[in-house]
């Protein structure tokens, strides 16, 4: 069985939403609020070499197919298999992506062979994979700002109890957390 890991850019007070861009009216507050360290992102680097698939939802599909397919950094990413859980696009044109109907359908997914499912972005997708008790893993970077409203990580429906497996905090106030679900 597959890990399916959930990695978000959060905010302070709980906030997923238009961390790099987007709609949002702070949209890019990663970094156009904190100043960049390095160090911090040294997990992002270590998903995409230990990922085995990208899961995301259509409308970061939509925000990210036009965009990362022409950046070097995300090159293992751009390789991998995608995999779009949506009910209305029909034929995605970013390489070696699928699309998976339902919930079920990911929960298929995870049963195969293979590395770790990451899912990106996608708010309202990595809701709904953790009322269902897919999620196993969260990746967190916990930024210094607080954003009040906009798209939220976590709803109180998720399953299991989160147990932390590794931490670090940054110069610029970026905290890293990793927990692994407890089923």
């Known amino acids: 069985m597959r890990t399916l890991i959930v990695t978000e850019f959060i905010s302070l007070d709980g906030v997923v939403d238009s961390p790099g861009g987007g709609d949002h009216p702070r949209a890019g507050w990663t970094f156009k609020e904190v100043p960049f360290v390095e160090e911090a992102y040294e997990i992002k680097g270590r998903e995409q070499v230990e990922a085995g698939a990208m899961l995301i939802g259509r409308v970061s599909y939509d925000e990210f197919a036009p965009v990362w397919p022409t950046m070097e950094e995300f090159a293992e990413y751009n390789a991998m298999p995608k995999y779009v859980v949506s009910t209305t696009l029909s034929d995605p044109e970013w390489n070696n992506t699928s699309v998976l109907r339902s919930i079920d359908e990911v929960a298929e997914l995870k049963q195969g062979d293979g590395g770790n499912i990451l899912v990106h972005g996608s708010p309202t997708l990595a809701q709904g994979l953790a009322e269902a008790g897919l999620v196993d ?47």
């Open 137 to 183: 893993r969260y990746h967190l970077l916990v930024f210094p700002v607080t954003l009040g409203e906009g798209k939220r990580l976590f709803n109180g429906r998720e399953n299991g109890k989160l147990q932390l497996v590794e931490h670090e905090a940054y110069p610029n106030g970026v905290v890293k957390y990793v927990y692994d679900v407890q089923h």
